[in-house]
């Protein structure tokens, strides 16, 4: 009887270690509906203004997203000098490639929300990757059990 107990608090055990592991996995799904969430909450935007917003935000995201990934791949490549200046230069024509992108979606978000919701949207963005980025940083310092 004792083993039969000792067994089912074991399996128990195991069971919750494996279940809190599932739900620190990222998924990039639950992590945009998250943010659109958010978004929508501290922008006060209306049902309405989200469904026109949130297309034009995702698509300024891909564009984004290909303009990181270049940016990623820039120091995959040979550390010499002279590959370094050129990754380097390119980089800060990424940058400014990334800032020419959300110059052209704020000018189309404006089209479809009021100015004060736009920056709405601006500022509920960076305080939700600001928390975001603080929560992974506290994930990863935490202690191991």
Do not use: W
Request: proline share 3%; hydrophobic share 40%; charged share 30%.
């Amino acid at each position: 009887m004792k083993k039969l107990l000792v067994f089912a608090v074991l399996m128990f055990v195991v069971a919750l270690g494996a279940s809190a592991e599932e739900q620190q996995k990222f998924s990039p799904e639950k992590f945009q509906a998250d943010l659109e969430q958010y978004i929508t909450t501290e922008a006060g935007l209306t049902n309405e203004e989200a469904a026109k917003f949130f297309p034009l935000y995702r698509e300024m995201q891909q564009k984004q997203r290909v303009v990181y990934n270049k940016m990623h791949e820039l120091f995959k490549l040979p550390h010499d000098e002279a590959s370094c200046k050129r990754a380097v230069q390119r980089r800060d024509q990424l940058e400014i490639e990334l800032k020419q992108i959300a110059q052209t979606y704020h000018n189309k978000f404006l089209r479809v929300l009021p100015a004060s919701k736009v920056i709405g949207t601006i500022i509920a963005e960076d305080k939700f990757h600001r928390r975001a980025f603080r929560k992974l940083g506290q994930q990863r310092n935490a202690p191991k059990k």
